[in-house]
């Protein structure tokens, strides 16, 4: 199947047919968004035949976003360009970044048909050399879940950390977006080198550019030898950069123009040194409603996200909450203990875990951290941790939504229901008004031993 994306429909009409009567079967769109929704929808494409504008703009920039989008998700599909006569030296510029060919407006029939052949024809060859070929398994060893939000966003990860592209990840403060940007790493073509994480928030605007691009001794008062800057530290890994909505805007400048030239100078240097990394950037703030405020810039916030990956809240993955609590505290117990102490056999009780469930949990996977680590510390190493060693923390109020709510009594429906019937799953089943799989299926949920 072949994607046509154009806005203009007179374009994709006579395009459907000349391919249609040569054989093929189409997919349109008229823009970047129903093109990406096709994309994302995982319908069979062997190749995209993508214009370079769709609005009043000639500069083809969306088109280049476009194609790097794609190239992303299918990055296996050839794309071919279509192009007016000004446009050729920008169509040049997208084929270095993936695209395979390109076609001029007005376009000659058979010179297309030819290059749609010959695009699908290579193509179809690479996969079937690529058969026997096998990719390195997915390292996603730090982050804990089975919440399909988190594991839709695994899988983009998967897939955006062999290329190059620049990533924004967004999310609440305590998320985990620091376990995110390791694992781009970790599945990186640049694993072999250097990860380095610079907190921006914390960096003073005085002290900016020494401290990304380095300094000379003498540069200024108090430079008394030279220092590396975090960019070049960074050469031929990958940088990250956290709390990026805390960046001023002068700083945004000097920062944007590493982005697109690529290039830096240390402070008191005349060299000029080549920035050989990659760029993963994440933020708890806006950044749209920053840019629509001006406080931040446009130019930088469209050269970071590329792809953006947002990290769901815990409180939106509630089923994971039993997972993370089982992980923190052996991990908790295996840091802190003598390797005297037994670890018990069940780690929580199981009111403990509707408490811990029901909250809400302002402070993310962080704060669940703090409440395990400190309910390990004050209770009875020998015995699982009861609801006391929680209720006498601040953690918040139970979170009142029909969810939160339902969190907190349906484990318990089901402990009455299994009581009366004496552990009889048919007759448990029958009685909460759900089938035997459904039982099952919450007896795991929930960790009840059948």
Not at 13 to 35: F, K, Q, V
Not at 175 to 200: F, M, Q, W, Y
Not at 267 to 279: C, F, P
Request: charged content about 25%; overall charge negative.
């Amino acid at each position: 199947m072949i994607l046509i994306v154009d806005d203009d429909k007179s374009v994709r009409l006579s395009l459907r047919l000349l391919l249609r009567r040569n054989g093929y079967d189409t997919l349109e769109a008229s823009g970047p968004e129903e093109a990406m929704a096709a994309v994302r929808s995982g319908a069979p494409l062997s190749l995209v035949l993508l214009d370079m504008n769709y609005s009043r703009s000639t500069t083809g920039e969306e088109g280049l976003t476009l194609l790097r989008q794609i190239k992303l998700f299918i990055p296996d599909v050839p794309v071919i360009l279509i192009t007016a006569w000004g446009s050729i030296p920008l169509a040049v510029e997208a084929m270095r970044a993936g695209a395979v060919d390109f076609v001029t407006k007005p376009w000659d029939n058979g010179s297309l048909l030819a290059h749609v052949e010959s695009a699908i024809s290579l193509a179809s060859k690479r996969e079937s050399d690529a058969d026997d070929a096998s990719d390195p398994s997915f390292d996603r060893s730090a982050i804990i879940g089975r919440d399909p939000a988190l594991l839709n966003l695994l899988d983009t990860v998967r897939r955006v950390a062999p290329t190059e592209a620049p990533v924004l990840i967004t999310g609440e403060n305590g998320t985990g977006k620091e376990l995110i940007a390791d694992a781009i790493h970790r599945n990186s073509l640049r694993r072999g080198g250097p990860l380095v994480k610079v907190n921006l928030g914390g960096i003073a605007t005085s002290l900016f550019e020494s401290e990304m691009f380095g300094h000379k001794k003498g540069a200024f008062t108090g430079a008394v030898a030279d220092r590396k800057g975090r960019f070049e530290t960074a050469q031929g890994g990958t940088i990250f950069l956290d709390e990026i909505g805390d960046l001023d805007l002068n700083s945004q400048v000097k920062l944007l123009r590493v982005l697109q030239e690529h290039t830096f100078e240390p402070l008191g240097d005349s060299r000029t040194l080549r920035a050989d990394i990659r760029v993963v950037c994440a933020t708890n703030a806006d950044l749209p409603a920053m840019v629509a405020d001006r406080t931040f810039r446009e130019d930088l916030f469209y050269r970071i996200n590329l792809v953006t990956l947002r990290l769901p809240a815990l409180r939106e993955r509630r089923d994971d909450i039993p997972l993370l609590v089982d992980h923190l505290i052996r991990t908790s117990s295996l840091r802190t203990s003598d390797g005297a102490t037994q670890l018990p056999s069940q780690l929580i009780t199981p009111e403990a875990l509707d408490y811990l469930r029901s909250l809400q949990w302002p402070g993310n996977v962080r704060q669940l951290r703090n409440a395990v680590e400190r309910a390990l510390i004050t209770s009875d190493p020998s015995a699982p941790l009861p609801l006391e060693a929680f209720t006498v923390q601040d953690l918040g109020t139970p979170d009142l939504s029909p969810e939160g709510r339902l969190a907190m009594t349906e484990r318990q429906a089901i402990m009455a229901a299994l009581a009366e019937s004496g552990g009889n799953l048919t007759r448990a089943a029958s009685l909460l008004g759900i089938t035997r799989q459904g039982l099952y299926r919450r007896l795991e949920k929930f960790d009840i031993p059948r």
